[in-house]
């Protein structure tokens, strides 16, 4: 699970502005044929430290695994970069900006990263104007005597406010309301057992949570959500989506975006299917209309909707120009279903061609019906969204408004 702003700043015993200036290599320690890691250091320089003891430089070790060439041919990205994506890590440039959050480590030595990953956040200018302003926030909640988990709530709708800390706001607030929904889910399914007689092993009953923990996760966020802060996350997400398509500048999509919508879409807003519809018509990307019908479908609660959203995902993993093949007998229900939407557009197709006006036209008719055209995965996805998209406004036009809930 990635470390948020929260969840670092209270493991951090020292966080700093840095600007990541060069790496040196070291000796080689370990040499195979794959692979050779060689030991290096990452040298820092600080501008100015948030939290903790001060310091000019920081020199972090690491070991570096770089792999061989096999003698295979790759035409995309090599496999380092390939792990380094995965892993969420993000390469580092002379020059960087970022911040550092420094723990102490073991034999009381030289300090390291909190977080092997997340320990360094690069960070435009700008934004880390942004970070430095809620990073001070917290070192005042956390100055308190007795430090409110309201004013973290306070301070994570503050995160989720400013694009560039929305992310770290929507994240706690989703898994948050996440635990919160698991726990209770846990404690019916307890008492049911009870009611039933059943022998409750220790296993069964859990372990609450403690709401006193401010760590990821903790159910005391979303308890202390009400109306208000509410209907502020939902403005934040609907409103400048409108704000977006009004003005001049592109809507461009902010991480923390769609765990904002996560959030809003417990809260019932009856203006949140209409804004993922729109961001439904305005997406090419197969995967992403797929997420987008599958949770318009599940608001919508529309069986007919939620039908199409299935087939859509069912060859949203197939290449565009990929033929569909309907001759043979369909090998599961999947396929029988694409089958049947590749039928009805076929005979759409047909339906709208143009009467034969002589005998050689009833010949060349003829002979496109012998061998009929066969449609790609992109013109089916296209015609099931079509389809989606018609019955979605359908439901809508008849759904009665729906408010916040508290």
């Excluded at 609450?208 to 923990?213: D, F, M, R």
Aim: glycine content about 4%.
């Amino acid at each position: 699970m990635p470390e948020t702003l929260l969840s670092l700043y209270q493991n951090s015993d020292s966080i700093h502005i840095a600007r990541f200036d060069k790496t040196e290599d070291g000796e080689v320690s370990e040499d195979t044929p794959d692979y050779t890691a060689i030991s290096i250091k990452k040298h820092f320089s600080i501008s100015s430290s948030l939290k903790g003891e001060s310091r000019k430089f920081f020199v972090l070790d690491e070991v570096d695994y770089r792999y061989k060439n096999t003698g295979a041919v790759s035409e995309g990205p090599d496999e380092s970069e390939e792990m380094e994506d995965e892993e969420g890590i993000v390469p580092l440039e002379p020059g960087d900006s970022l911040l550092l959050f420094l723990k102490k480590s073991e034999d009381g030595e030289d300090p390291k990263l909190t977080d092997y990953r997340d320990g360094t956040k690069k960070l435009s200018t700008e934004e880390i104007g942004v970070y430095e302003a809620r990073i001070k926030e917290l070192n005042s909640i956390f100055a308190a005597e007795k430090v409110e988990a309201s004013d973290i709530v306070q301070w994570l709708i503050r995160c989720a406010e400013d694009p560039a800390t929305r992310w770290e706001g929507t994240f706690e607030l989703l898994q948050s309301a996440q635990n919160m929904e698991w726990q209770e889910k846990s404690a019916q399914e307890l008492k049911e057992k009870i009611a039933r007689g059943e022998v409750i092993e220790p296993e069964d009953a859990g372990a609450e949570q403690s709401e006193e923990l401010f760590e990821t996760g903790s159910i005391i966020f979303a308890k202390m959500l009400d109306a208000n802060q509410k209907q502020a996350l939902s403005d934040l997400l609907l409103n400048g989506a409108s704000a977006n398509a009004e003005g001049e500048e592109e809507s461009r999509s902010i991480r923390g975006d769609a765990e904002l919508v996560e959030l809003v879409q417990r809260w019932g807003d009856a203006r949140l299917p209409t804004y993922l519809l729109e961001q439904l018509r305005n997406s090419s990307d197969a995967y992403a209309v797929s997420e987008l019908m599958n949770s318009i479908s599940a608001i919508l609660d529309d069986q007919q909707a939620s039908s199409l959203a299935e087939r859509y995902s069912e060859i949203a993993y197939e290449e565009d120009s990929g033929e569909v093949e309907t001759e043979n007998e369909p090998e599961n229900e999947a396929s029988a279903d694409v089958d049947s939407q590749v039928n009805s557009i076929t005979e759409d197709s047909e339906n709208d061609a143009p009467a034969a006006s002589s005998f050689e036209d009833e010949a060349v008719v003829e002979s496109e019906r012998e061998e009929p055209k066969k449609l790609t995965y992109k013109e089916v996805r296209q015609d099931i969204l079509a389809r989606f998209l018609e019955r979605c406004e359908k439901v809508l036009a008849k759904k009665p408004q729906v408010h916040i809930q508290n």
